[in-house]
């Protein structure tokens, strides 16, 4: 669930967006591939999008409340 260096680019773009319209929220959904258990699968979906919020909060200080997160496993 950690984000990768080469996803700075995505976040920075996605934070300019929420910056410039301040009333915009967002749904981060993350998804997985279908190896291992689908339980852990879905685990793993629902910490990538709260480290997306978390990112997104913490550097680029967007309002926490401005994000909704989900998991989606390999469903999706």
Do not use: C, F, W
Not at 45 to 69: C, F, G, H, P, W
Request: proline share 3%; glycine share 8%; net charge neutral.
């Amino acid at each position: 669930a950690q984000i990768r260096p080469e996803s700075g680019g995505i976040l920075k773009e996605i934070a300019t967006v929420l910056q410039e319209n301040p009333t915009v929220k967002i749904k981060i959904v993350g998804h997985t591939d279908n190896d291992g258990a689908a339980t852990a699968n879905l685990e793993l979906s629902k910490k990538r999008a709260e480290a997306v919020k978390t990112a997104l909060s913490s550097i680029y200080n967007i309002d926490a409340s401005r994000m909704q997160t989900d998991g989606k496993g390999a469903a999706e």
